[in-house]
Structure formats: structure tokens, C-alpha cells
């Protein structure tokens, strides 16, 4: 992960409200829930270089192959957030975010389950 501290963001909640200025050069903010081994963000970035893709994943080592696929490819318009989907209104402001992508959410089947989900309605 130290070896990729240049697309992590470690304050988030500090860039709430000011990405765009914060990580100035594009045109729109995208944001990725679960960004797992970084297959879908790096190929999503390179394609839209002017957007800045803001990729959440929760599960650190995971994330790290995410980080390390960017790195390497010379990506520049991704950065890494290791933080849980729950704090997204503490790391945005309303209408910051131009594009959301949930691929793959932990699907929780069970009734019980239900308010655990991403997709939940709270």
C-alpha cells in the first residue's frame, strides 16, 4: 500500500465538497462502491481520462491489487479510498458526484439480512 500512496486518499471527509479543486483537471467525478482487484476502475479510467474515478473498497488487501493495477499501468485519473460504502455522505457533498457504479454488492440473501445490503433503502 506505501508503495501506492499516491492514489490513496487518506481524508476524505477533509475533501468533501471540494474534489474537483482538491484534485483539479477533470471534468466530472465518478465514484466506484467495491472496486475489488481494480479490473473494471482501470479499464474504466483509461477509456475516460477527463473524469476522475474515486474508487471505494472496503477489504484492504483487495484493494491493494487495485491500487497496484493503476500504479503500474500508469492510470492517472483514479484514487483509493479504504473505507466503507456507510460514510459516503460524510466524503461527498450532494450533487458532487456525476456517476456512481456498484457492480458486484455483497448480496446478503437472507430476509434478515436485508438492512445490511448496500442497496438497502437507509
Known amino acids: 500500500m506505501e508503495r501506492c500512496s499516491r492514489v490513496l486518499i487518506d481524508d476524505p471527509a477533509a475533501l468533501r465538497g471540494r474534489w474537483k479543486t482538491a484534485v483539479?483537471?477533470?471534468?466530472?467525478?465518478?465514484?466506484?462502491?467495491?472496486?475489488?482487484?481494480?479490473r473494471f476502475t482501470a479499464d474504466t479510467a483509461e477509456q475516460n481520462p477527463?473524469?476522475?474515478l474515486v474508487a471505494l473498497e472496503?477489504?484492504?488487501?483487495?484493494?491493494?491489487?487495485?491500487m497496484e493495477r493503476v500504479v503500474e499501468q500508469g492510470i492517472p485519473n483514479v484514487r483509493f479510498l479504504d473505507r466503507d460504502a456507510e460514510?459516503?455522505?460524510e466524503m461527498f457533498a450532494p450533487g458532487e458526484i456525476?456517476?456512481?457504479y456498484i457492480n458486484f454488492p455483497d448480496p446478503w440473501p437472507k430476509k434478515k439480512q436485508f438492512?445490511?445490503?448496500l442497496t438497502a433503502p437507509e
Open 58 to 66: 472496503k477489504v484492504p488487501d483487495v484493494m491493494v491489487m487495485a
Open 98 to 100: 456525476s456517476r456512481l
Open 50 to 52: 477527463s473524469e476522475l
Open 24 to 38: 483539479p483537471g477533470f471534468d466530472a467525478l465518478w465514484l466506484e462502491l467495491g472496486c475489488g482487484k481494480g
Open 115 to 117: 438492512k445490511r445490503r
Open 87 to 89: 460514510l459516503l455522505p
